[in-house]
């Protein structure tokens, strides 16, 4: 996996219903106000909220708009908080084969500071599922969805980190400087429709779903049509952790994304697999997703009740789009210390070429421990501009065999490299 470019493809489809929907109010303002303000972490670009069930402590959960329902990923911190559970629900994963069981807790409290989410139903994953702290390098608990969003006006701002979240009533009238392009709501699940320019391929336009989930640029489904057409240049890899599993296809790029009139150009862009469940894509009625790779570039206000998106570029719209030009994919190991580890070395890349591997610990990145780090940066650093010269200290460590005995052996390596743009 390449947790630089992680898509957190946690899309979910379910084989029962909730049922409850039409009874749930969704979040709400606390106090009479036209509008607050809700601070959120950006780690990888996924929007992550401190949030606290039935007054418990807050946990991090991610802002997902590709998911229907809340979810916690962990059974046992369920427990813990004294969740209570009705019935046993089966899931489909997004890998389309690996089948979960969560347990549906009907009414719960979300606290999100100054919102709060009342008679909220969480799926409650039976298994907990921990792996994503390995990849974003902070611990997630779970995320919420459509709820959150489906009565208010819900601005995010990657320039300042703050979610704005409106009273249904203030946003009547599309604020200065700001586009609109048009949202359907299906599903609990927001599109819209975007123009592509592909490198190679006619020019397409496309039902895209709008995923904060996920942090691809631009992901593109090759099953749903014939028109999709991979580009000359891609890199075979993992394209990201979901619920069932990693996702592998290709990485390549297309000439330009069209919004509502902006236009996102060489955009790094996800073909995931085909696969004999392809067809609960085919199903969507959509042909792919962007990701927060594309959002974070603009200031976006979605306004599901309208059905539109109204959104202007960011501070960063410019900023090129990149893929890992290293090589290595990093995850963290799940130890109470802070250590990371190379969980993948692609052959023939700069990594690879000056002597890293596959398993291989990071001790210190450009001199500095590993301690002083956090993933998201490391990750950063490793994409962000091709000739930047990277120094990677690092312990191998090997199980030889002596005198009959199996013993450990370690190494320290000193891996030094020039970033390569491979896409």
Same mark, same amino acid.
């Given at each position: 996996?390449?947790?630089?470019?992680?898509?957190?493809?946690?899309?979910?489809?379910?084989?029962?219903?909730? =049922?409850?929907?039409?009874?749930?109010?969704?979040? *709400?303002?606390?106090?009479?106000?036209?509008?607050?303000?809700?601070?959120?972490?950006?780690? *990888?670009?996924?929007?992550?909220?401190?949030?606290?069930?039935?007054?418990?402590?807050? &946990?991090?959960?991610? +802002?997902?708009?590709?998911?229907?329902?809340?979810? +916690?990923?962990?059974?046992?911190?369920?427990?813990?908080? @004294? %969740?209570?559970?009705?019935?046993?629900?089966?899931?489909? =994963?997004?890998?389309?084969?690996?089948?979960?069981?969560?347990?549906?807790?009907?009414?719960?409290?979300?606290?999100? @500071?100054?919102?709060?989410?009342?008679?909220?139903?969480?799926?409650? +994953?039976?298994?907990?599922?921990?792996?994503?702290?390995?990849?974003?390098? /902070?611990?997630?608990?779970?995320?919420?969805?459509?709820?959150?969003?489906?009565?208010?006006?819900?601005?995010?701002?990657?320039?300042?980190?703050?979610?704005?979240?409106?009273?249904?009533?203030?946003?009547?009238?599309?604020? %200065? =400087?700001?586009?609109?392009?048009?949202?359907?709501?299906?599903?609990?699940?927001?599109?819209?429709?975007?123009?592509?320019?592909?490198?190679?391929?006619?020019?397409?336009?496309?039902? %895209?779903?709008?995923?904060?989930?996920?942090?691809?640029? +631009?992901?593109?489904?090759?099953?749903?049509?014939?028109?999709?057409?991979?580009?000359?240049?891609?890199?075979?890899?993992?394209? =990201?952790?979901?619920?069932?599993?990693?996702?592998?296809?290709?990485?390549?790029?297309?000439?330009?994304?069209?919004?509502?009139?902006?236009?996102?150009?060489?955009?790094?862009?996800?073909?995931?697999?085909?696969?004999?469940?392809?067809?609960?894509?085919?199903?969507?009625?959509?042909?792919?997703?962007?990701?927060?790779?594309?959002?974070?570039?603009?200031?976006?206000?979605?306004?599901?009740?309208?059905?539109?998106?109204?959104?202007?570029?960011?501070?960063?719209?410019?900023?090129?789009?990149?893929?890992?030009?290293?090589?290595?994919?990093?995850?963290?190991?799940?130890?109470?210390?802070?250590?990371?580890?190379?969980?993948?070395?692609?052959?023939?890349?700069? !990594?690879?070429?000056?002597?890293?591997?596959?398993?291989?610990?990071?001790? !210190?990145?450009?001199?500095?421990?590993?301690?002083?780090?956090?993933?998201?940066?490391?990750?950063? /650093?490793?994409?962000?501009?091709?000739?930047?010269?990277?120094? %990677?200290?690092?312990?191998?460590?090997?199980?030889?065999?002596?005198?009959?005995?199996?013993? &450990?052996?370690?190494?320290?390596?000193?891996?030094?490299?020039?970033?390569?743009?491979?896409?």
């Amino acid at each position: 996996m390449n947790p630089k470019y992680i898509a957190l493809y946690i899309l979910i489809f379910f084989m029962c219903s909730l =049922g409850v929907e039409a009874q749930i109010p969704g979040f *709400n303002i606390k106090k009479d106000r036209r509008s607050v303000t809700i601070p959120f972490f950006d780690y *990888n670009n996924l929007i992550i909220v401190p949030v606290s069930i039935n007054g418990e402590m807050s &946990v991090n959960f991610i +802002l997902d708009t590709g998911v229907r329902s809340n979810i +916690l990923f962990s059974k046992t911190l369920g427990d813990e908080i @004294g %969740l209570q559970y009705t019935r046993k629900l089966n899931l489909m =994963g997004a890998d389309g084969q690996t089948v979960l069981t969560a347990s549906v807790s009907p009414n719960n409290t979300l606290d999100v @500071g100054p919102v709060v989410g009342e008679m909220q139903p969480m799926l409650v +994953l039976d298994e907990d599922f921990m792996e994503l702290e390995m990849v974003i390098g /902070i611990p997630i608990m779970g995320v919420i969805g459509y709820e959150f969003f489906k009565f208010n006006p819900v601005k995010i701002d990657y320039d300042l980190k703050t979610l704005t979240f409106y009273r249904s009533s203030a946003m009547k009238w599309r604020p %200065l =400087g700001y586009r609109k392009t048009d949202l359907v709501i299906e599903n609990s699940k927001p599109y819209l429709r975007a123009s592509l320019d592909q490198i190679q391929g006619p020019d397409l336009n496309l039902k %895209l779903l709008i995923d904060t989930g996920a942090n691809h640029g +631009l992901l593109l489904n090759r099953e749903t049509t014939d028109d999709i057409k991979l580009p000359p240049k891609v890199m075979e890899s993992e394209l =990201g952790r979901s619920l069932g599993g990693d996702l592998f296809g290709f990485i390549g790029r297309v000439n330009k994304v069209k919004i509502g009139g902006i236009k996102f150009k060489e955009v790094i862009t996800s073909y995931p697999e085909i696969t004999e469940f392809s067809f609960i894509i085919q199903e969507s009625g959509r042909q792919g997703s962007i990701g927060t790779d594309l959002i974070s570039r603009t200031k976006v206000i979605l306004d599901y009740q309208r059905n539109r998106m109204l959104f202007k570029k960011g501070q960063d719209f410019g900023r090129p789009f990149e893929f890992d030009m290293s090589g290595v994919s990093i995850r963290m190991l799940p130890t109470d210390e802070k250590r990371f580890y190379l969980s993948e070395v692609r052959d023939g890349s700069p !990594a690879y070429e000056n002597g890293l591997r596959t398993f291989d610990e990071i001790l !210190a990145v450009n001199k500095i421990p590993i301690d002083f780090w956090e993933l998201s940066e490391v990750n950063k /650093i490793l994409r962000s501009r091709e000739g930047r010269v990277i120094r %990677l200290d690092v312990i191998r460590r090997k199980e030889e065999s002596e005198a009959g005995e199996t013993v &450990v052996v370690e190494q320290i390596i000193e891996a030094t490299f020039e970033l390569k743009r491979q896409i």
